[in-house]
C-alpha cells in the first residue's frame, strides 16, 4: 500500500512539474528584458559575475543598490555563470521560473502528504495557471522566490506540520528557518514579517473546530503542549536565520557608512509602508480585494461556488482552513501599508490555492461517479486550454509587445556612433534595460551645471537625455553646444510616451567666445 501510494505521489509531482515546467519555461529567454526591475537585476548579477565583492551591489554607473539584499542577484549571476558568465535575458528570468515551479510543488507535496492527492492536484494546477502568478513566473523579479521562501517556512512550521518524532520537528525547524533566513535575503525584513504573520493568524485561530490543533490533538500526537512549545528549537531556528542573515547586513552597512541601513531600512519600509515616500503612489485599503480577483483570473470566476461548498461541507477542514488564514492574514497586512502593488500579494496565493483545492475536494467526493469523471474531464480539458493559451500568447503577443519594449536595437544604434569604452552620459535619464544593453562606462547626473561643464571639456562627449529637455539645453549650456545623433520614441506607455534624445558635445572654441 505504501508503494502504491508513493507511485501516485510521484506521479502527480511529475505531472504537475510538467504543466508547470510548460507555463513558465516556455520561450523563457526569447523577448528582451523588459522591466526596470530587469534590468536592474541583469547590472547587478553581471557586476557581481565582474568585480566580485559581497557587500551592497552596483549598477553601471557605479550607483550602489540600496533598494534590495542580494539573493535574488546572486541566484542571476549563477545562472550565468553556469551559461558562460554573460547576464542575459533567461538568466534573469531563470530563478524567478524554477521558485514557480518549487512553489507549485510544495503545495502539491503538502496536501498529498495529507492523504489529498485530489486537492493536491486541484491546489497546484490552480495556483500554476493563476493568470498573475504564471507571469511573475516569467519575469526576473523576486516575487517568486519571496513566494517560495514564504510557503517553505509556513507548510514547515504550521502548528499541525511540526507534530511528529524528534526527527521530523527538527526537520521541520531547519526547513523553516532555511526558508526564513533565504527570504530576508531576498526581501528584508518582510522575509520575516510575511510568514510570522501566517503562523501567528494559525497559532492564534487554532482550536476553533473539533478536528484543530487542541492539546488532545497534541497527545494524540505523542507530545504535550509544554513539550511542543520548549524553546530549543526557537532558539536554535533564530540563531540559523540570524547567522545566515546578518553577516551580510553588517558588511552593507559598514561599506556603506551607514548608508543602506537608513535607505533600505528606513525609506524602502517604514516610509513606503506609512505613505511618507512622496514619489510613490498610494492606494486604499481595499486595493487588494479587486486585485486578487483580476490577478486569480481564469480561477476567480469560482470563487463564490467555492465560499458556498466551504461554508457548506469543509468550514473545519484544518487543511482549507490553513489556506484561508495564510492568504487572509497576509492580505490584511498588507493593506495596511499606504503604498501597495499588486505584485506583492502574492506570497497569498499559495494559502489561497490550498483553501480552493480543498473545498472543490469536498465537492468533488460528494459527487456520484459519473460526476466525478465528469469533473476529471473538465479539468484536463481546462489543463489543456489554458497550457495552449500561453503558447499561443507568447508566440503571438508577447513578440509584438517585445518589438514596443526592446531597447537593444536603440542600444546598438548609440554604441555605432559611440563605440566602446566610450561613456555615455545620462542626463536625467533613469533607464536600467538600455543601460544594461549599453554597457559600461556610464554616468549618471541631474543638474545643469554638470552638463555645462561636461560640454566645455574637450572632445566630444555623448549625452543621453530627455526629448523635453533636448530643446532647453540653449537656455543652460555656454561652454559648449550640443549636437543631436538620435532619437528614440518610447511607446509603452501610451498616455504618455517618452522620448530619448542622444546628443554630441562640442565644446566652444575662443573664435566663438
Not at 217 to 239: K, M, Q
Request: charged share 20%; aromatic share 12%; hydrophobic share 50%.
Amino acid at each position: 500500500m505504501k508503494r502504491a501510494s508513493f507511485r501516485e505521489s510521484a506521479c502527480g509531482m511529475a505531472i504537475v512539474a510538467a504543466f508547470a515546467g510548460w507555463l513558465f519555461l516556455d520561450r523563457l529567454g526569447e523577448r528582451d528584458l523588459w522591466s526596470s526591475h530587469e534590468g536592474r537585476a541583469a547590472q547587478n548579477a553581471q557586476r557581481f559575475l565582474d568585480d566580485g565583492g559581497w557587500g551592497p551591489l552596483r549598477l553601471y554607473d557605479d550607483r550602489p543598490e540600496y533598494q534590495k539584499p542580494p539573493l535574488y542577484y546572486w541566484l542571476v549571476a549563477v545562472a550565468a555563470w553556469f551559461r558562460g558568465g554573460t547576464v542575459d535575458a533567461l538568466a534573469v528570468r531563470l530563478p524567478a521560473a524554477l521558485a514557480g515551479i518549487l512553489t507549485v510543488l510544495a503545495v502539491y507535496r503538502f496536501l498529498a502528504g495529507r492523504g489529498r492527492p485530489v486537492a493536491a492536484c486541484i491546489a497546484a494546477g490552480v495556483l500554476a495557471s493563476a493568470n498573475h502568478f504564471t507571469w511573475l513566473a516569467r519575469t526576473g523579479r523576486i516575487d517568486t522566490p519571496l513566494t517560495l521562501a514564504v510557503t517553505l517556512a509556513v507548510l514547515s512550521l504550521a502548528p499541525d506540520s511540526r507534530m511528529g518524532n524528534d526527527s521530523r520537528r527538527r526537520r521541520s525547524w531547519l526547513i523553516g528557518s532555511l526558508a526564513i533566513a533565504a527570504g530576508i535575503l531576498l526581501k528584508g525584513p518582510l522575509g520575516l514579517i510575511l510568514p510570522l504573520t501566517a503562523l501567528i493568524a494559525m497559532s492564534s485561530l487554532a482550536g476553533l473546530c473539533e478536528a484543530g490543533f487542541t492539546e488532545a490533538s497534541y497527545r494524540r500526537a505523542g507530545l504535550t503542549e509544554a513539550s511542543y512549545r520548549r524553546i530549543r528549537p526557537i532558539v536554535g531556528g533564530l540563531a540559523i536565520v540570524a547567522s545566515l542573515t546578518l553577516p551580510w547586513f553588517i558588511v552593507a552597512h559598514v561599506q556603506s557608512g551607514g548608508e543602506f541601513t537608513r535607505v533600505f531600512f528606513w525609506y524602502h519600509h517604514v516610509q513606503r509602508a506609512t505613505g511618507g515616500a512622496e514619489t510613490l503612489a498610494t492606494h486604499p485599503w481595499w486595493f487588494y480585494a479587486p486585485r486578487l480577483l483580476v490577478d486569480w483570473l481564469p480561477w476567480s470566476i469560482g470563487f463564490p461556488a467555492a465560499v458556498w461548498i466551504w461554508i457548506r461541507n469543509s468550514s473545519c477542514d484544518r487543511d482549507a482552513r490553513l489556506g484561508l488564514v495564510w492568504a487572509g492574514s497576509l492580505v490584511l497586512l498588507l493593506s495596511c501599508s499606504r503604498f501597495k502593488r499588486a505584485d506583492y500579494l502574492l506570497p497569498a496565493y499559495p494559502g489561497v490555492a490550498i483553501w480552493l483545492g480543498c473545498a472543490l475536494e469536498q465537492a468533488y467526493f460528494r459527487t456520484t461517479l459519473s460526476r466525478q469523471r465528469a469533473w476529471l474531464a473538465s479539468g484536463v480539458v481546462m489543463a489543456v486550454v489554458i497550457a495552449v493559451a500561453w503558447g499561443v500568447f507568447e508566440r503571438t503577443i508577447v513578440p509584438r509587445l517585445d518589438a514596443e519594449r526592446e531597447k537593444h536595437s536603440f542600444a546598438a544604434a548609440i554604441r555605432t556612433v559611440a563605440p566602446r569604452p566610450t561613456q555615455i552620459l545620462f542626463f536625467r535619464v533613469e533607464d536600467h534595460l538600455l543601460a544594461f544593453h549599453l554597457g559600461r562606462p556610464i554616468n549618471t547626473f541631474m543638474e545643469w551645471e554638470n552638463l555645462d561643464i561636461w560640454t566645455g571639456r574637450p572632445g566630444p562627449h555623448f549625452v543621453l537625455m530627455p526629448a523635453e529637455w533636448a530643446s532647453q539645453w540653449q537656455d543652460h549650456v555656454t561652454a559648449g553646444t550640443l549636437e543631436e545623433l538620435l532619437r528614440y520614441e518610447d511607446r509603452t506607455d501610451r498616455c504618455r510616451p517618452r522620448g530619448l534624445v542622444l546628443m554630441r558635445t562640442h565644446p566652444a572654441t575662443s573664435a566663438d567666445e
